[in-house]
Every structure is written in structure tokens, then in C-alpha cells.
């Protein structure tokens, strides 16, 4: 049972450059999200989708696009990366009713150069 | 919008003492209080939470109080053991679609 994968796990880019992180979630969770971790500063929310073709803002969204074209996946996009983007990348998912226990996968950890 | 205080930022303890961990919220909306251990190199884990119709809850090792009037959460590890060495995150559900705050963590240290 893979829960929540996240590719790749660790990424260095330069300044400008642009990439996609993936998440996949088999769990059949209706709502994904995505967090950045900074220290000291806990888990931020950037995006968040409550269901296929769906996305909204978080807390942190300026510099990100994300995209849900299939359920299971949930796409975190840095168009023009900047060395305010190094941070620890996770993805999170739930149910959208019951327990609403949010998964969580290994994190992508990204410096920007 | 919530937001989430928590404190001590890092703690020590030796092998088979308490921990004690505490937060705040801000939004008396909240109405559920869930708690992550994170381990060096993984993604967050629940361990335990509480729902705001419900003063305190336990799991064995470890007990999560509420006091809804104060606002306030603590997260209770008794017997401490080497392998609960982790940054623990309290977080607190307000909004819709299942959206949490988190506090800033605790870099729990248990010394053998």
C-alpha cells in the first residue's frame, strides 16, 4: 500500500528555472494538498484541491501553479524558480468526510540556486 | 484566519520522563485538534487528535488534553523512549475542505 508518493525527493535548480513536483495518492482521497517547510516556521499551505479539476489558494501561493487533471494526482508548478522557493515540499491527502486524517508522503526537498 | 502558537520550540528530557508540549489557537471555531510526529527524513504521521466535544484523549504512552475555553491543546508523552525523538506538530482545523494550521513543531530530544 504506497499512500502518498512523491517524485523526485530532491531537486537543485538555478535561478528561473521551472519544474513540476508530482504527487500520487491511491487511496481514493478526495482533497490533496500542498505544503512548504520552513524551519521554525512549521507546515505552510500553498494549493489545495478538493476534487478533480478543482484548485484553490493557501496560505503561500504566490510563485506556484498547481493542477489536478486526474484524481490521484495532484501537480505543484514553480514557473521561474527563486531562492525564496528552497524549502521541503510535502504533499497531504484526505477523505472528505469521516476521520480526515491527512497523509502525508516523504517530501521533495528543493534548493534554488 | 487560525493561527497556531506552540511552545517549547525544542525540548530534552531523559529516557523515561514526561514531555509535555503546548498550543494555542486563535479562531474559537476550531473543531479538531490533530497532532504529527515527524521523523528525521519522512513526512508528518498522525498520532492522536481530538475533536472540540471532547476534553481529553488517550493512546497508551501518550495523551492529548483541550481546554476550549483558554484555547488551548497539550500533547502529554509519559515513559519516553529514545524512538519518540522527533519534531511533533499540533495544527488546528477551522475552515472548510479540511484545512488544518499548523504550529511552528517541537524538536523533541529523549536522552538515554
Known amino acids: 500500500n504506497a499512500g502518498v508518493t512523491q517524485t523526485p525527493k530532491f531537486r537543485v535548480l538555478k535561478t528561473g528555472q521551472s519544474m513540476t513536483l508530482l504527487c500520487a495518492q491511491d487511496m481514493n482521497h478526495e482533497y490533496m494538498y500542498w505544503y512548504r517547510q520552513d524551519p521554525g516556521m512549521g507546515l505552510r499551505l500553498i494549493h489545495y484541491?478538493?476534487?478533480?479539476?478543482?484548485?484553490a489558494k493557501g496560505e503561500v501561493p504566490d510563485g506556484y501553479n498547481v493542477s489536478r487533471l486526474k484524481k490521484q494526482n495532484f501537480l505543484l508548478g514553480l514557473e521561474s524558480a527563486a531562492p525564496s522557493q528552497t524549502s521541503v515540499y510535502f504533499c497531504?491527502?484526505?477523505?472528505?468526510?469521516?476521520?480526515?486524517?491527512?497523509?502525508f508522503g516523504a517530501g521533495t526537498r528543493l534548493s534554488v540556486l | 484566519g487560525e493561527n497556531v502558537e506552540q511552545h517549547p520550540s525544542t525540548l530534552s528530557v531523559q529516557e523515561g520522563d514526561s514531555a509535555v508540549i503546548k498550543c494555542t489557537y486563535s479562531d474559537s471555531a476550531s473543531n479538531y485538534f490533530p497532532w504529527y510526529k515527524q521523523e528525521l527524513g519522512k513526512g508528518p504521521q498522525l498520532i492522536i487528535d481530538?475533536?472540540?466535544?471532547?476534553g481529553e484523549k488517550k493512546d497508551q504512552r501518550i495523551a492529548v488534553t483541550l481546554n476550549k475555553t483558554a484555547k488551548h491543546f497539550s500533547l502529554h508523552i509519559t515513559e519516553t523512549q529514545p524512538e519518540d525523538s522527533a519534531v511533533y506538530f499540533c495544527?488546528?482545523?477551522?475552515?472548510?475542505?479540511?484545512?488544518?494550521?499548523f504550529g511552528t513543531g517541537t524538536k523533541l530530544q529523549v536522552i538515554p
Open positions: 484541491s478538493v476534487g478533480e479539476g478543482t484548485t
Open positions: 481530538i475533536r472540540s466535544n471532547v
Open positions: 497531504a491527502s484526505t477523505t472528505s468526510g469521516g476521520q480526515n486524517i491527512q497523509y
Open positions: 495544527a488546528a482545523r477551522s475552515g472548510g475542505y479540511q484545512k488544518v494550521t
